[in-house]
């Protein structure tokens, strides 16, 4: 018989969760009205993604304040400032009139 268990597993060590991916479902429903909102929005834009990120961005707010997920910083899940768009929006603009 092998050492580490029946199925080739290690009993001693403890499996560590991913990062990112994985978190709660929302069995209460908690969040149930923005996830609609986004779904509905994906549906009358042709699931174009980029029309409906405000309520993409509505329904990850819900549940980090929730506790159905990590509170993180809205950058770091690839939302920027309105004023941050708007300066990267005009850098462009500029480097494409030059």
Known sequence: MS???????????SPVPPE??????DHMH????AK????????TSGHQSEKCRHFSKLYLECRM???LMAKQDMSELGFVKESDKEA???????SIGN
């Open 88 to 94: 990267s929006e005009e850098k462009i603009t500029e």
């Open 20 to 25: 990112k991916g994985v978190f709660p479902l």
């Open 30 to 33: 908690l969040c149930d009205h």
């Open 36 to 43: 609609k909102e986004y779904l509905n929005c994906l549906k």
């Open 3 to 13: 050492a580490g268990g029946a199925f080739g597993g290690n009993r001693g060590v």
């Open 65 to 67: 304040e929730k506790n």
